[in-house]
């Protein structure tokens, strides 16, 4: 690790404390990041890591606590007065203004007049200053997700921020993108910049931190320079409680019975090319099997999206052959879009599946008893039937998707990210479900934008490149070249 | 004084609206009838994500079909179940332009139902003047039509006629079809969340908004035909003084619910024969309902906030930025 | 059939266009001052349905003022403003359905306006028009020198407003907020752009303007006030916004497409073609239609729905 200019600390928590209504998401927190350093923040979804850090930024006030930015208390806190003295942050959730143009974006949030061709000039300069390429489109919505990315961090940097907030930044990248990515964040601390790394990954953490917090539960139960710890005791101080739970259910990481070639065949794509004004999806061909757990890995914008909604039946192929079974369970990556109408009750969403094809009147009453069962057999903790779906947590309202799709025989199984947002309880309960559903004999296609998720259940990987479809061996390092193209 | 002002303005409201039984049985229960049929059809529209602001001009199409058929019918018993039938399915494609424009051209409903009701208007001042013209030529209205196309009066004495029946029957139909029936929960689903109904529900989104409108644009051309039929017995401009919009308040005020929507109709047709009460005996303008309603409205949004309906009505593409 | 001719001939005549330019010119006037008021705030996410409202407001507000023209047209814009706020509080600040309050609000100024104009004595129902003020030299050029620039005060300034609009969208700060807080409330909220309160602006801006159209129906055309005198004006105008494709210069053009429409039935009385004036009321509103569904067509064989602003119509989202 290189060594840290000692200017003292950038940013100071102290006793930090919030609610959102009965839930305490942060109970009183403190952490330090020096400046020249590198601070993870880890801990599992739900944890408060980035209710933390959107304090520490001005997006949300703190109920009780201190917040102090480069020595100077932020009194009263906004965006702006982060921004001021110094702090950016970069959301998990990209926050550029899709239609507008990259330089656009740059500058968005200052006064006076707006120039374009400076705007571009000055992307030009901060993009070569800071060594992030960023192609000056005029759609934001153009740039690939690392773009994005750069574009975020050299916003940030382009308002003077010395202090950068990274919220789960290599959740979206493929393998040697993180690698980049993480290279550029140790640059920038041993220049003097100071870097807050907020992620569950320890691998990550470990390879480019100088100190760790690790919280739990609104809590910290570790703190510490990285290189006095282990990636063991990490793990302890973030799972805790939970370890058993979890360790239960890694220890079920183990393969499905091998993948028998000599199973039905389910899926088969011949030469399927899906078009949405530009082919997206170019002569794509494989077979799956019942029994078999495939996963679909590629990075964002590669045609995957597109190739698991033809094979749910939700989008037409423009050319080639796609048999799929009838019998088709499907969970979507946005489930409170996709998935669930939140207004509606329970059993009113347990009802939409098959909806489109049902006729006559409803079955009502045998409706809330199949859900009633649902909310027993899959442990969905819920007041009652007739609740609104909003009022779930989300881990209960995923239970119920998952739930209302595999509650009958299937044939397919076709999963988007069908773990995103929930903590290691339930992430263990779709996994166990999506292997019951396999050993059940359905075939199972699952996407993740985890790529370690879909090393844990696949037993053969697609990899979606630029349109095309190719079969890799299910190991990481492999996966991972394919997913950017290389051999 | 200013007090005996409010005070005689509210007997005068008071007589022309319920206190009398011809103001009951004439006025208010006559004048809810449109309301309700328009009302319910705006319901499922808006249940539907549907933003169908068009009941005024599917309402006077309703009208020229059952006038034309009232005009031309021979006789017999059936006359007015062919001129009623014939104004829903006036108005429904009336509404079923909108749904094409929308479904092909993907031309919002909320500016093309609109556009539709200025041609609908005009359309009728046409008809009036010039094809159906009454055979004097004097006046812009048409020839009464057939005795057998007419609805018949419950109350010999008042201008209550059957049509409040249809109005009634409507209401709980709706009713049922969106708790009971599949084709409800559907439209429902549609208007709560089109992408989870598409994807979760296998549903096809486009026909469902695109039947909703024209089932909608049927109710309002049947109550048309019901004011035709049961109340005017000849086509007019200014037959109807502005029940597509009203229609749009009592939806609302009832939160889209068909059964309240027999209450909230009867509210606003209370309120505006009273108005016209307050005008003819008090001097006060009887555009004071709309005034009214409009504030219902705005007191509605206000308190009960959203309605848990995503409007197709502006869609654009979702940006994966949002949360 | 040779009279018929002759009058064809003369219609097709160079000189006899020119008071069809004028009026179409000066019927565009407030639709295009009302469709540059929609744009503001559609380009901020907001579909503002109580334009029309604005507008028969402004048009109440002038023709109740009377006087001199400036204070009609003062009048109309803070009867706009006063819409506006209203929109803006509700739609904007309380996050409530757009399109509902829009039409509420809407019914709202129309029944106003019309209890208000029957509470009144009957008199004076005529106020002043605001003079022709043509410009020397330009307004001596043949044909389109009158029609462009023998007009009233207004119409200039309607016309003005497209270039000014467009600098201020593209070349300020403030208008790259109002496109930014259009497409994605949330990315321009961590730029530190004030998202509610430059919707809310947006809002109040465009219905100032919407006012000032009403105005200038009453100032600069009609002379008088009548009961729904905007006619769907303000539907039109978000229909011109659309079909301009959101950008000053497209609204323009739209604009006076529209204005020619409504201009041709002077121009059919006039001739004594026999076609029956109702049908040719009938024009504006059938060729927005025709007009939406060309322009998406012409639209959907490339880019679908990207004019348009990403948010349109959606409320924001809560704090």
Known sequence: MSARTDGGPALELRGIEKRFGDVVALAGVDLNVAQGSVHALLGENGAGKTTLMRIAYGLVPADRGEVRLFGTPASSHSVRGAVRAGVGMVQQQLSLAPNLSAAENLVLGRRGLFNPAAAAERLDAVSAEFGLRVPAVSRTQDLSIVEQQRLEILKALSRGARLIILDEPTALLAPSEVDDLLQWIRNFASNGGSAVLVTHKLREALAVADDVTVLRRGQVTRAGPAKDTSAQELAAAIFADTAADGASERSSDQPVPAASSEGAVIVEARDVTISRRVPVLRGASFVVRRHEIVGVAAVEGSGHRELLLALAGLLPITAGQLRTPNRIAQIPADRARDGLIPDFSLVENVALRGLGGRRGVMPWSSLAALTSELLRRFGIVAPSPKTPAKALSGGNQQRLVVARELEREVDLVVADNPTRGLDLKATAFVHTQLRGAAAGGAAVLIHSTDLDEILSLATRVLVVFHGSVREVQPERSAVGRAMLGAA | ?323 | MAGDQGTANEWCGMTDVSPFLEAAVRTATPLLIAAAGESISERAGVINIGLEGCIIAGAYAAFATGGIPIAGYTSAIFAGLAVGITMAFFAVVMRRDQIIVGAGLTMLALGLTGTLFRLREASAPLVTTEPVTAIPLLSRIPVVGPALFAQPAITYFAFALVPALWWWSQRTQGGLALRAVGDSPSAAKAAGVQVVAVQAGAVIVGSALGGLAGGSLVLAQAGTFAEGMSAGRGFLAIAIVALGRWQPVGVALASLIFGAAMALQYVVQAMGWGIRYELVLMIPYVLTLVALAARRRGVSQGQHFSYAPAMLGRSLPDD
């Open chain 2, 1 to 323: 004084m200013l007090l005996a002002d409010v005070a005689s303005a509210l007997e005068a409201f008071w007589r022309g609206s319920l206190g009398t039984s011809s103001a009951l049985f004439s006025g208010t229960l006559v004048r809810a009838v449109p309301l309700i049929l328009v009302g319910v059809g705006v319901a499922l529209a808006f249940r539907a994500g549907v933003f169908n602001i068009g009941g005024e001009g599917q309402l006077l199409l309703g009208a020229v079909a059952s006038t034309v058929v009232g005009l031309h019918w021979g006789g017999g018993v059936a006359g007015v179940i062919i001129a009623l039938c014939a104004s829903a399915v006036a108005g429904a494609a009336w509404a079923a332009i909108a749904a094409v424009l929308r479904a092909r051209f993907g031309v919002l409903e909320v500016i093309s139902t609109i556009m539709l009701n200025f041609v609908a208007v005009n359309l009728v001042s046409y008809l009036v003047r010039g094809p159906l013209q009454e055979p004097t030529r004097i006046y812009p209205q048409t020839s009464l039509i057939a005795e057998s196309a007419r609805l018949s009066r419950l109350w010999t004495g008042t201008r209550l006629h059957a049509g409040i029946f249809i109005g009634i029957v409507v209401a709980v139909c709706a009713w049922l079809v969106l708790t009971r029936m599949a084709a409800g929960f559907r439209l429902r689903a549609v208007g709560a969340s089109p992408s989870a109904a598409r994807a979760s529900g296998r549903v096809d989104v486009e026909r469902v908004t695109a039947a909703a409108l024209v089932a909608s644009g049927a109710l309002a051309g049947l109550a048309g035909g019901v004011e035709v039929t049961g109340v005017t017995y000849a086509l007019y401009e200014n037959l109807s003084p502005g029940y597509g919009f009203s229609a749009i308040a009592v939806a609302i005020l009832a939160r889209l619910h068909p059964l309240g929507v027999l209450a909230t109709a009867l509210l606003f047709a209370t309120l505006e024969t009273g108005a016209l009460g307050m005008q003819r005996d008090a001097g006060v303008p009887s555009v004071v309902a709309s005034v009214l309603e409009a504030l219902a409205i705005l007191a509605v949004v206000a308190a009960s906030g959203r309605f848990g309906i995503s409007w197709r009505a502006t869609r654009g593409p979702r940006t994966s930025g949002a949360a």
